[in-house]
């Protein structure tokens, strides 16, 4: 009965050995797919500013993480206050508003404001006042499991995922992070505080893989522990 249990625990050690191994070398794979996309947004941030009239029409994939110029006028819609942002280590929120842009109209990030001023904010209008900035193309804020529900009659929103807005931009995949001055919109000393355009795709999988190869080594040695035993039982049975 004993020798039995034996198996069947030899037998799971396997599997899971087998799958630690899959887990691993897949995440090896991930890590080069992952390395070889941020070396493509690296590229694509180097590259010179385009008028986005240029690239409007081409897919999101090609021209996320470009830097252009774009002619913009805030719409008649409140400003959208993005929770949570932090700006040289301090807590606030992004002011993001609908704007008219080439084509129709997309979701622009001026910056940060601290969180002191989020009453000031609230609901607040911006000029309609067409203006041209520098912008990075980049991809709209997901929702994760931990991110809270969107407050839309505040105008507080933690993702802006184009099936939870209020509204419809013509541009769904991507809004645009402001790199230079919106002067004329904001009042002097209100001006939201820009922070270069970071690339927020975390690249874990050389540590994921590590882990499932050394559970693997973990397990593999736990496989010769149970084998011992096995013949061990083995030779005590037949030696009696």
Known sequence: MKS???????????????????????QLHRLEWKEGLLTDITTRQEQAAVPFAQIADQPAEEILWRLVTVKIQPTARPIFQLLPRTFD??????VVALCDVFGGTALVDFGWRPFAEQ??????????????IKAVVRPLPERHFMTPANKEAEGVFYSLVSEELPLNTSYQDFMLQAQSDATGIFLEGKEPKMSPSSINLPNNHK???IFWFVMSGVVFVMMLGVMYHLLKSTYTRRSE
């Open 207 to 209: 540590q994921y893989a």
């Open 4 to 26: 039995l249990k034996n198996l069947f625990a030899l037998f799971l050690l396997a599997i899971v050995f087998v799958l630690g191994l899959f887990l691993g070398n897949w």
């Open 89 to 94: 280590g301090q807590s606030g929120f992004n």
């Open 119 to 132: 009453e000031d904010w609230k609901l607040k209008h911006l000029p309609q006042k067409e203006i041209e």
